[in-house]
């Protein structure tokens, strides 16, 4: 079975300065890694996906991921964040074979101060 | 575009009622899941549908039911409220086959039960 970790469940940030929000996995087969973003009172969208290659994976809204299999990691990172960054920001991951299911972190809520 | 439609957006329901969450999409996707969000928890898969005529358990799915109506419609049912179940439900669709695809979200239902 896949779980995720999401290191931090709250990180504050002043505009314009960068961030990261830390995942880990476990998992004993090959997985596919996913972060969404969730806006107030709406459904999550996706932010960007790791499926193969690369390791360093660039998504929307200037986001990117690097997946660091050796550590079972996915952190987001932003190098300048704006006050429209804060959201609710969930980890998922699912396997690359057969998966069906995507398991989901427990989320990190970014706030980004002026 | 419509995308992932779900009703009700709020419900209030007493102890040992029943309900059924609707949910549409119209992007003409095989999988459907449905998951519940929970403060600290993040999303957890209640149970999903691999494609049409096929619905299998989740992570949490006592205490539901589905129903899997044709391509578009993907129901969860209620038959007898718990407080337990006071969450907001989210319903997906996935563009491929699998939990392989990106995940598109319906904007969710508010359910409390007292």
């Known amino acids: 079975a896949q779980s995720v970790t999401q290191l931090d469940s709250q990180v504050p940030v002043f505009e314009e300065a960068p961030v990261e929000l830390r995942c880990n996995y476990s998992?004993?087969?090959?997985?596919?890694l996913f972060w969404y973003v969730q806006y107030p009172n709406q459904g999550l969208q996706l932010l960007l996906k790791?499926?193969?290659?690369?390791?360093l994976v660039k998504g929307i809204n200037g986001f990117e991921a690097e997946f660091n299999k050796s550590q079972t990691s996915f952190h987001l990172r932003k190098p300048s964040v704006h006050i429209s960054d804060t959201a609710e920001y969930f980890c998922?991951?699912?396997?690359?074979?057969?998966?069906?299911?995507?398991?989901f972190g427990a989320g990190t809520r970014l706030f980004v101060k002026a | 575009n419509a995308g992932v439609t779900q009703t009700p957006k709020f419900q209030v329901l007493k102890t040992g009622q029943s309900m059924t969450l609707q949910c549409a999409q119209d992007?003409?996707?095989?999988?459907m899941y449905w998951y519940r969000q929970d403060p600290g928890m993040g999303l957890r898969l209640i149970y999903y549908?691999?494609?049409?005529?096929?619905?299998d358990k989740g992570e949490v799915p006592n205490g539901y039911n589905v129903s899997r109506l044709n391509k578009r419609e993907f129901s969860l049912r209620l038959e007898s409220a718990a407080p337990s179940q006071t969450s907001v439900y989210f319903c997906?669709?996935?563009?491929?086959?699998?939990?392989?695809?990106?995940?598109?979200f319906g904007s969710g239902t508010q359910l409390s039960v007292l």
């Open positions: 998922a991951v699912s396997r690359s074979t057969g998966g069906f299911k995507t398991i």
């Open positions: 549908s691999a494609s049409e005529g096929t619905t």
């Open positions: 790791y499926l193969s290659g690369s390791t």
């Open positions: 992007m003409n996707h095989n999988s």
């Open positions: 998992s004993s087969v090959s997985v596919y």
């Open positions: 997906a669709s996935s563009d491929i086959q699998g939990g392989v695809g990106k995940l598109f």
